[in-house]
């Protein structure tokens, strides 16, 4: 059934994309005989041959287009070419190509973003916000799961570091990410891509352009289709794990119906599919825990490698989004008077996702997963003063209305004994001398379960100006000025119920169980918050030389209030509420301020052959939000909590040279000391839990921030004859060891590793034919990409693998 969906739903993007280049193609040929050259705003197509000598790379970092060495903010760019030619296509691959940055995915609901060791949460994040904002042309997404799929005919990606408070606005203590797709253009333009790979990676991407309205109206349309087999090889029916599908279409009108409007509106139509995801069982602490419990019934359980990579699971695991979205971008030119821009949007987006959350061959807990339904509508106004005057200055407001339902659900199968402890002696007495470990309550187990349904509403309302001056008339001197205040309005809605009891459990027993149910505990919540906030900055920078440039500012963030998404209130009967509540869980948890100093520069040097930035920085925030668990596997409860203080300080270094015609590199090093600055009250580890309840982590590094990253990027393109080029690129990227949970469980430490991958390819026909072989993981490391520590009551240590070695080929064609 799904294939079919897949393959009806191709076969209309495929239709839409055809049609759409015979319509291009008419009105083309009709315009031919009297339409003039000209240049087009934008490149139809990325070119995919290397950057030229001192290539200026504009940047939209402060809402208007500069030229990114003489913004006064560390911004790493991912141009167009890089993305072609290196096939980036999701935060996944992003995360090396940027300093002190970081992602946490797990599934597509799950993704965290984190930049310089602030932002990553992990689990549990629904009633929050992210810290890393995500603007896709322009539109503010409220959800980073949102953008957990791929991405196809982008313009750039841009990461700014820091508090991007005053334009970028809430929830951007660590940062932004501004993802730009490529505009229409006026004249006429098609590429396809097709790529195959081990793993039977297939991959088809194709884009079409031009106008049909000449000088006026301009359409583009984009589609691509993504498939990849698994790697995790499952033992009980020798299928394979851990694949990844998506598909999606995007459909673009430019319109310039005067020489001062111009008119972009923008929908697109995604969906992905992760068919089988699931953590290894890497080794087991306490053998006496699930171990000892599967062999006793004649079971045994399954411990594998990051090199082996093997599961034994007997029910379904997938995860599946869809995306769909419009957006209207109207920029209006008053002339002397500056421009007004206005982006309206409407975005909605669902996930669901299916566990076998036992990990195991048992029928334990074979139906378990959250679903998550995003609608939100945004509105964003502002003007922006003419360019290269002494007071430039953007002013402007916004808006956006947002609804999450988080529906999560739990059913128990006929092994559930095996695979948990029981959860309560005085309420699961041995039956007839058989007791809960012997199956004596397997037949009333089976099929109960819980569901709960939570409902978040928020409404943001901000203004926001920015303003910079420049003192001295030849505008060396640039003094910014920002200030942003928003106002929030939040609630939160959430019933915990029984779904079912076929076993006619007791009232008591069922109580017992709930804390099993994860995010489908029993329990009632109706609250609502409101929350305020004034973000700012002020800098000043300085040309130096007309290549050297010099920045210094402090900026405040503001990340919104939130909620725990389950009821910590009498109504829940988990026996964990307590003991969360004594380590600082509430109903609702404060926002987190982020203050921030920094100071740079950047650098051209030989003619543009040489490019050097240097950042420093120091950021503390307060109240930060953090994840942490009280109990046992299943029945550990979860909870966010304002834990105190992080402070993060560090210095990034990036540079690019062009030494000489077609050869170019680009690398950064970064180095960031990010550590709980408070943290007295942290949950331990599992390992020590019971006999050391907290733990004071105050001075240690962060989780999912290592102390270094690196990557280098050589590019070198040379012609053989008039009509023929040959290629070659070779990346290594290299980050420290990190850990990848809140309460820096030692079995959670992923070591050091470096990733290197190599392509190789030839140009033809005037640039427009590309044939590449490429190699990714070239030595075929194997590392851990996430891991997720013990859990307590079965004993076991879980992780996620690396993607292995993957190698393929890759030709593309441009018109």
Same mark, same amino acid.
């Given at each position: 059934?799904?294939?079919?969906?897949?393959?009806?739903?191709?076969?209309?993007?495929?239709?839409?994309?055809?049609?759409?280049?015979?319509?291009?193609?008419?009105?083309?040929?009709?315009?031919?005989?009297?339409?003039?050259?000209?240049?087009?705003?934008?490149?139809?197509?990325?070119?995919?041959?290397?950057?030229?000598?001192?290539?200026?790379?504009?940047?939209?970092?402060?809402?208007?287009?500069?030229?990114?060495?003489?913004?006064?903010?560390?911004?790493?760019?991912?141009?167009?070419?890089?993305?072609?030619?290196?096939?980036?296509?999701?935060?996944?691959?992003?995360?090396?190509?940027?300093?002190?940055?970081?992602?946490?995915?797990?599934?597509?609901?799950?993704?965290?973003?984190?930049?310089?060791?602030?932002?990553?949460?992990?689990?549990?994040?629904?009633?929050?916000?992210?810290?890393?904002?995500?603007?896709?042309?322009?539109?503010?997404?409220?959800?980073?799961?949102?953008?957990?799929?791929?991405?196809?005919?982008?313009?750039?990606?841009?990461?700014?570091?820091?508090?991007?408070?005053?334009?970028?606005?809430?929830?951007?203590?660590?940062?932004?990410?501004?993802?730009?797709?490529?505009?229409?253009?006026?004249?006429?333009?098609?590429?396809?891509?097709?790529?195959?790979?081990?793993?039977?990676?297939?991959?088809?991407?194709?884009?079409?352009?031009?106008?049909?309205?000449?000088?006026?109206?301009?359409?583009?349309?984009?589609?691509?289709?993504?498939?990849?087999?698994?790697?995790?090889?499952?033992?009980?029916?020798?299928?394979?794990?851990?694949?990844?599908?998506?598909?999606?279409?995007?459909?673009?009108?430019?319109?310039?119906?005067?020489?001062?409007?111009?008119?972009?509106?923008?929908?697109?139509?995604?969906?992905?599919?992760?068919?089988?995801?699931?953590?290894?069982?890497?080794?087991?602490?306490?053998?006496?825990?699930?171990?000892?419990?599967?062999?006793?019934?004649?079971?045994?359980?399954?411990?594998?490698?990051?090199?082996?990579?093997?599961?034994?699971?007997?029910?379904?695991?997938?995860?599946?989004?869809?995306?769909?979205?419009?957006?209207?971008?109207?920029?209006?030119?008053?002339?002397?008077?500056?421009?007004?821009?206005?982006?309206?949007?409407?975005?909605?987006?669902?996930?669901?996702?299916?566990?076998?959350?036992?990990?195991?061959?048992?029928?334990?807990?074979?139906?378990?997963?959250?679903?998550?339904?995003?609608?939100?509508?945004?509105?964003?106004?502002?003007?922006?003063?003419?360019?290269?005057?002494?007071?430039?200055?953007?002013?402007?407001?916004?808006?956006?209305?947002?609804?999450?339902?988080?529906?999560?659900?739990?059913?128990?199968?006929?092994?559930?004994?095996?695979?948990?402890?029981?959860?309560?002696?005085?309420?699961?007495?041995?039956?007839?001398?058989?007791?809960?470990?012997?199956?004596?309550?397997?037949?009333?187990?089976?099929?109960?379960?819980?569901?709960?349904?939570?409902?978040?509403?928020?409404?943001?309302?901000? /203004?926001?100006?920015?303003?910079?001056?420049? *003192? =001295?008339?030849?505008?060396?001197? #640039? !003094?910014?000025? +920002?200030?942003? &205040? @928003?106002?929030?309005?939040?609630?939160?809605?959430?019933?915990?119920?029984?779904?079912?009891?076929?076993?006619?459990?007791?009232?008591?027993?069922?109580?017992?169980?709930?804390?099993?149910?994860?995010?489908?505990?029993?329990?009632?919540?109706?609250?609502?918050?409101?929350?305020?906030?004034?973000?700012?900055?002020?800098?000043?920078?300085?040309?130096?030389?007309?290549?050297?440039?010099?920045?210094?500012?402090?900026?405040?963030?503001?990340?919104?209030?939130?909620?725990? /998404?389950?009821?910590?209130?009498?109504?829940? *009967? =988990?026996?964990?509420?307590?003991? #969360? !509540?004594?380590? +600082?869980?509430? &109903? @609702?948890?404060?926002?987190?301020?982020?203050?921030?100093?920094?100071?740079?520069?950047?650098?051209?040097?030989?003619?543009?052959?040489?490019?050097?930035?240097?950042?420093?920085?120091?950021?503390?925030?307060?109240?930060?939000?953090?994840?942490?668990?009280?109990?046992?596997?299943?029945?550990?409860?979860?909870?966010?909590?304002?834990?105190?203080?992080?402070?993060?300080?560090?210095?990034?270094?990036?540079?690019?040279?062009?030494?000489?015609?077609?050869?170019?590199?680009?690398?950064?090093?970064?180095?960031?000391?990010?550590?709980?600055?408070?943290?007295?009250?942290?949950?331990?580890?599992?390992?020590? &839990?019971?006999?050391?309840?907290?733990?004071?982590?105050?001075?240690?590094?962060?989780?999912?921030?290592?102390?270094?990253?690196?990557?280098?990027?050589?590019?070198?393109?040379?012609?053989?004859?008039?009509?023929?080029?040959?290629?070659?690129?070779?990346?290594?990227?290299?980050?420290?060891?990190?850990?990848?949970?809140?309460?820096?469980?030692?079995?959670?430490?992923?070591?050091?590793?470096?990733?290197?991958?190599?392509?190789?390819?030839?140009?033809?026909?005037?640039?427009?034919?590309?044939?590449?072989?490429?190699?990714?993981?070239?030595?075929?490391?194997?590392?851990?990409?996430?891991?997720?520590?013990?859990?307590?009551?079965?004993?076991?240590?879980?992780?996620?693998?690396?993607?292995?070695?993957?190698?393929?080929?890759?030709?593309?064609?441009?018109?």
């Amino acid at each position: 059934m799904r294939a079919f969906s897949v393959r009806r739903s191709l076969a209309r993007g495929g239709t839409l994309l055809l049609l759409t280049t015979s319509l291009l193609s008419i009105a083309t040929a009709a315009q031919a005989a009297d339409e003039a050259p000209r240049a087009a705003a934008e490149p139809a197509v990325a070119d995919d041959s290397a950057a030229p000598d001192g290539q200026e790379i504009t940047v939209v970092a402060r809402k208007r287009a500069e030229n990114v060495q003489q913004v006064p903010i560390p911004v790493t760019v991912i141009t167009a070419t890089e993305l072609t030619r290196q096939n980036l296509v999701n935060f996944t691959n992003f995360q090396y190509k940027f300093p002190s940055f970081s992602v946490y995915l797990t599934n597509p609901k799950q993704l965290n973003l984190g930049i310089r060791g602030i932002g990553n949460n992990g689990f549990n994040t629904d009633g929050i916000d992210g810290s890393v904002g995500i603007f896709v042309d322009g539109v503010y997404t409220g959800r980073q799961g949102m953008v957990s799929s791929d991405f196809n005919d982008i313009a750039d990606v841009e990461l700014l570091r820091g508090p991007q408070g005053t334009l970028f606005g809430k929830n951007t203590t660590a940062g932004a990410v501004i993802i730009n797709t490529l505009k229409p253009s006026m004249t006429f333009g098609a590429s396809g891509e097709a790529t195959y790979g081990n793993y039977d990676f297939k991959e088809f991407k194709g884009s079409v352009t031009g106008p049909l309205i000449k000088d006026k109206l301009a359409l583009r349309v984009s589609a691509f289709y993504s498939d990849r087999d698994g790697n995790y090889k499952n033992l009980y029916n020798g299928n394979f794990q851990n694949g990844r599908q998506g598909w999606g279409v995007r459909a673009q009108l430019l319109a310039t119906p005067t020489e001062d409007l111009t008119i972009r509106l923008i929908g697109t139509h995604g969906r992905q599919s992760f068919p089988t995801i699931s953590p290894l069982i890497l080794s087991i602490y306490n053998p006496a825990a699930l171990q000892a419990r599967m062999k006793t019934a004649g079971y045994t359980l399954l411990t594998t490698t990051k090199e082996d990579r093997n599961v034994n699971i007997d029910s379904r695991l997938d995860a599946k989004t869809k995306l769909d979205s419009a957006s209207a971008e109207v920029n209006y030119a008053l002339g002397g008077l500056g421009d007004l821009t206005s982006i309206t949007a409407y975005e909605k987006w669902s996930c669901f996702t299916n566990n076998d959350n036992d990990f195991t061959q048992l029928d334990a807990v074979n139906d378990y997963g959250s679903c998550n339904k995003e609608r939100q509508f945004s509105q964003e106004l502002r003007w922006s003063s003419p360019k290269d005057q002494p007071i430039e200055a953007t002013i402007g407001g916004f808006l956006s209305r947002q609804r999450l339902q988080v529906d999560s659900r739990i059913r128990f199968g006929t092994q559930y004994h095996i695979w948990a402890a029981n959860p309560s002696a005085t309420v699961f007495t041995p039956i007839a001398g058989k007791t809960w470990a012997q199956g004596a309550y397997a037949d009333k187990l089976t099929g109960a379960g819980f569901r709960s349904q939570a409902i978040f509403h928020t409404d943001t309302d901000a /203004l926001f100006g920015n303003v910079t001056w420049h *003192p =001295d008339a030849a505008r060396r001197l #640039a !003094i910014d000025i +920002g200030l942003r &205040q @928003t106002w929030e309005r939040r609630s939160q809605l959430y019933d915990g119920v029984v779904a079912s009891n076929p076993g006619n459990l007791t009232t008591a027993q069922l109580n017992a169980l709930s804390p099993s149910g994860a995010n489908a505990q029993l329990g009632h919540v109706d609250t609502s918050l409101k929350d305020k906030s004034l973000s700012g900055e002020i800098g000043a920078s300085y040309k130096v030389t007309p290549d050297v440039f010099v920045y210094g500012k402090y900026a405040r963030g503001n990340k919104s209030a939130g909620f725990n /998404l389950l009821p910590y209130n009498s109504s829940n *009967p =988990d026996t964990g509420v307590a003991s #969360a !509540i004594g380590l +600082g869980a509430q &109903q @609702t948890v404060k926002g987190e301020t982020a203050d921030n100093f920094e100071a740079g520069f950047k650098s051209e040097f030989f003619d543009r052959k040489l490019l050097i930035n240097l950042t420093a920085f120091h950021t503390k925030v307060k109240n930060y939000q953090a994840n942490q668990a009280v109990g046992q596997g299943s029945n550990a409860i979860r909870f966010l909590a304002n834990v105190g203080s992080l402070t993060s300080k560090g210095v990034e270094l990036e540079a690019q040279t062009w030494l000489f015609d077609g050869f170019h590199t680009k690398g950064f090093v970064a180095y960031n000391k990010a550590v709980y600055s408070s943290f007295p009250n942290s949950v331990c580890p599992a390992q020590t &839990q019971f006999t050391t309840p907290t733990c004071n982590l105050t001075g240690r590094q962060v989780a999912w921030a290592p102390k270094w990253t690196a990557d280098f990027t050589a590019d070198y393109t040379t012609a053989v004859t008039d009509d023929v080029k040959v290629y070659g690129l070779v990346d290594v990227n290299w980050r420290s060891k990190q850990n990848t949970t809140i309460t820096l469980d030692p079995a959670a430490e992923i070591k050091g590793y470096a990733l290197a991958s190599v392509r190789v390819g030839t140009l033809l026909q005037d640039d427009k034919l590309d044939l590449q072989l490429w190699v990714e993981n070239l030595f075929d490391k194997a590392y851990y990409s996430n891991l997720l520590g013990l859990t307590k009551a079965t004993g076991i240590v879980t992780g996620y693998a690396g993607t292995p070695r993957t190698y393929g080929v890759t030709v593309r064609v441009r018109f």
